[in-house]
């Protein structure tokens, strides 16, 4: 974990040298459409710099938020279509591990029980997000109800990490290993969140209470 949490710090510095820039746009968006397929890199990294640096003056938050949202959805969106254009090797390519296989099969069973809510929640889980936008490839979700959720999930996602940068640049300056665990805290909150009201909006269901 101290290792992970190393690398990040490095490459928070790394990013930071250049957030200033405006080109740093161009950045976020980039990092946050390559997360979504190949999740390699942290774009929440890259939007909580965003947000600091509009909190400095430099950047618009507005922008940063769009061109976050942006790339993420976009991101999600190319997932998708991998998933629904190479549904059989990727399946085989997860079906050559156990943990990988059961890794789909929960992403499949959840999406066929919970949908558009699985979207949600998955964007604010780092790589586990990049499993359930594949697999809605893989299963044929409806293209325009995955673009529906994805696009609100990807505002959403965007707005707490920038605005997270924005709010508390100047101590996520101080200690970048800070800025990650917070974020993460903030992701894990927010599933719990839509978790909870999936599980009574099901009892309220179970009841008669909603149609």
Not at 1 to 8: D, G, H, T
Request: hydrophobic residues 50%; contains cysteine; charged residues 15%.
């Amino acid at each position: 974990m101290l290792a992970v949490l190393a690398v990040l710090d490095d490459l928070f510095n790394g990013l930071e040298k250049v957030s200033t820039s405006q080109w740093f746009y161009v950045i976020i968006f980039f990092i946050a459409f390559l997360d979504s397929v190949f999740p390699v890199v942290p774009s929440e990294t890259a939007v909580i710099l965003g947000g600091i640096a509009a909190g400095q003056g430099h950047l618009n938050i507005a922008a940063v938020i769009f061109l976050g949202a942006a790339g993420a959805a976009l991101g999600d969106n190319t997932a998708y279509a991998i998933g629904h254009r190479f549904s059989t090797p990727i399946q085989n390519w997860y079906a050559k591990k156990d943990k990988r296989a059961r890794k789909l099969e929960w992403a499949n069973d959840q999406l066929r029980v919970r949908g558009g809510s699985l979207l949600l929640t998955a964007r604010f889980i780092p790589g586990g997000r990049t499993v359930v936008t594949i697999s809605s490839g893989i299963t044929r979700q409806p293209r325009r109800r995955f673009a529906i959720f994805v696009g609100l999930a990807c505002v959403v996602w965007a707005s707490y990490a920038a605005i997270l940068g924005f709010i508390a640049g100047e101590r996520f300056k101080e200690s970048h290993t800070k800025a990650f665990v917070i974020a993460f805290i903030a992701a894990v909150a927010f599933s719990g969140l839509l978790e909870i009201v999936q599980h009574f909006r099901k009892k309220r269901k179970a009841a008669g209470l909603l149609p």
